[in-house]
C-alpha cells in the first residue's frame, strides 16, 4: 500500500509508467461454472486495475479440464507444470465434468499443481458478511470469523496406496495418510503466524482424530504441542474432527484460526462455506508462501454441472478468491476496492444470484460490482 501511495499524484507520467506494476496469470477456467464465474472475476480485476492505473494483469488462458480430457486423454498438457511456472500467480475456475471421474479431474489437475508447486497451505476464510443470511439463528458477523489453514499435500490426499487382486474376489484397497514433520511443521507454524496477523482471539484450533488415528493424528498432535510452544502468546485447543462439526454449529464464535490434516480441512470448510451464506462465498488459495513456485487461487465450489451454462452461477466466491489473489501479490489497495464493492452489492438481494434469493445473472452481478468499483 504504501509503495503504491507513494506514487500516486504528482509524478511524472514517465516516472509513473517506469512504476507500473505488471503480472502475469495463467488462467485456467476449467469446466462448468468455472468458466461462468472466471468471466466474471478477470471482468473485475480488469475493471479495478485500470481505474488504479497504475498495475496491469496479462492473462494467458489454459483450455485444460474435463472437455480437454475428453478430446485428448490429459487433464493438462504434460509440460504443464513448466509453463505455469513462469507466472506470477494461477487463477482457477472450477473442474468436474459428467463422464469424467472426479478422481482423474482432482488428481491429474489440482493435485499435480498443488503438489508439483508445494502449495502446502490451502488457505480458507469464513467470514459472515453484512447482509448475508446465515443458517444459524441468532448468529450475526461478529460471530462467524475463522480462517482455515487445511494442509494440501500430503495426509489422506498423498496419493499413496493401490488396489490389488482387481476384478478378483480378494480383491482390496490399501490408501495410506502420509504426514511428514517437515511438512506438518510449516503448516502448523503458518497457522499460528495468522492467528498473530489477525489478533482475533490468538488462539489455534488444531483439528485431530487422534483417538482413533494412532499413528497419524498422535503424530499431528505432537507437532502441534512442539511448533505451540514457540508461539506462548497463542492459546492451542484441539478438536477431534466429530466434536468440531458439532462446535462449528453450536458456537462458531468460539474459533480464530484452525489448522486440520487435508481430508478434515475439505470437509469442514464445506460446513465452514455453509455458515458464511453458502458455497456461492467461499473463497480458496493453495499457496506456496516461500513463492518459489505460483501459488494457486481457486474458489471452494465445483463445476456445479446442475446449473452451469443457464446464467445462475453466483460469481462471489470466485471475486473474493480474486480478492485473496492480490492480498498475496500484497497488491493491497487494489484488492481493498474490489472487496468494498463486492461488500456494497450485498445490501440489495435484487442484485444477487438465485442462490441467495436474488434474479440477477452471474454477468449481471460482475457488472453491478464494475459500476460500484465507477463509482
Ligand atoms: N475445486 C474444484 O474444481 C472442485 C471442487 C468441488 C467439486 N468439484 C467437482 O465439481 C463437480 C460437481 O461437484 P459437486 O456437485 O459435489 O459440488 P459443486 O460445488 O459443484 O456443487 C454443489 C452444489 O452447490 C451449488 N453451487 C456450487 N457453486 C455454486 C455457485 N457458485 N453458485 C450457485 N450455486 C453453486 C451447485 O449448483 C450444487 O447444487 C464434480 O465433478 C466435482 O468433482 C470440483
Known sequence: MIIIDKYIGAVPASKEKEKMREYKIAVIPGDGIGIEVMNEGLKILNKASEILGDVKFSFDNFEWGCEYYLKTGRMMDED????????????LGAVGFP???????LRDLLLKIRQGFDQYINYRPVKLLEHVECPLKNKEPKDIDILFIRENIEGEYAGAGGILNEGHES????????????????VMRFAFEEA?????????????????????????DKIFAEVGKDYPEIETNANHVDAASMFLIQKPETYDV??????FGDI??????????????????????????PSMFEPVHGSAPDIAGKGLANPLAMIWTV??????LEENKLSEMIFSAFKKILKDKTKLTADLGGSSKTHEVGDYICDYLEK
Open 80 to 91: 504443464g507444470l513448466d509453463r505455469l511456472k513462469k507466472y506470477d500467480a494461477i487463477l
Open 99 to 105: 463422464g469424467v471421474p472426479d478422481h482423474i479431474s
Open 171 to 186: 480383491e482390496m484397497a490399501v490408501q495410506t495418510s502420509v504426514f511428514t514433520r517437515k511438512n506438518t511443521d510449516r
Open 196 to 220: 498473530k496477523k489477525r489478533n482475533k482471539f490468538n488462539k489455534v484450533t488444531s483439528i485431530t482424530k487422534s483417538n482413533a488415528l494412532n499413528y497419524s493424528m498422535v503424530f499431528w
Open 258 to 263: 484452525v489448522v486440520g490434516s487435508n481430508l
Open 268 to 293: 469442514l470448510t464445506d460446513l465452514g462455506a455453509t455458515l458464511q451464506g453458502g458455497l456461492g462465498f467461499a473463497a480458496g488459495a493453495n499457496l506456496n508462501p516461500e513463492k518459489k513456485y
Open 323 to 328: 480478492v485473496l489473489m492480490l492480498d498475496f
